[in-house]
């Protein structure tokens, strides 16, 4: 199995996920509102949402995105709430010829290998139209620490290499919601890279 798959894939991690959205402190001050109007700022349009989770992205994406995991039981959550949502080999089986305005790839990559993120996304990246964009957002040094799933660090350089890897030219990277340094002591700064297929 794939490193990606240590823990994530059961449904433990998916009770972990609900349960840290339930922290009394993150729902008073809505913590998620930075990331959310940033994640709309992007106009992402139709997108796939790869390693969905529990639908936190996804919910806030363009009718008709779909999202992907591993996690059963985080899929069957993103049903229940009303999202679309499916399992890798289900999104394969079904022979369509869907294409998606982006691809998301969101704090997954970082539970995964530089090489086995190439691996995930290059399937993919045939239901991504032409001038689709990949964004790919992945923790800075303090929130890398703070999940034992967490297996390589992707940080600017190595985002460039899974990206060139995969023949998609990088269009934009910086640093959110604060500048580079903050990454260090503010866990929830994150790496955002966006490329784009030709």
Known sequence: MAS???????????????????????????VQLPYRTHL????????????????????????????IDHNTASVEHCKQIGLEACLPDDFFKAPSARTFDAILLAHVAEHMKKDE????????????RPGGRLVVL?????????????????????????????????????????????GRVFPYNEFVSIAQKP
């Open 4 to 30: 990606d798959d240590k823990g994530t894939a059961d449904a433990a991690y998916t009770r972990y996920l609900l349960d840290n959205e339930k922290i009394w402190w993150k729902r008073l001050l809505d």
């Open 40 to 67: 709309k700022a992007l106009r992402l349009g139709i997108t796939l949402d790869i390693g969905c989770g529990i639908g936190r992205n996804l919910r806030h994406l363009a009718k008709g995105s779909l999202g």
């Open 117 to 128: 993120v190439v691996a995930l996304l290059r399937p993919y990246l045939a239901h991504l």
């Open 138 to 182: 992945t923790p800075q040094e303090k929130g890398f620490t703070l999940d034992e799933t967490h297996v390589e660090m992707m940080d600017y350089a190595a985002l460039r290499h899974i990206c060139a890897a995969l023949a998609l030219p990088m269009v934009r990277q910086y640093s959110f919601p604060f500048p580079r340094l903050a």
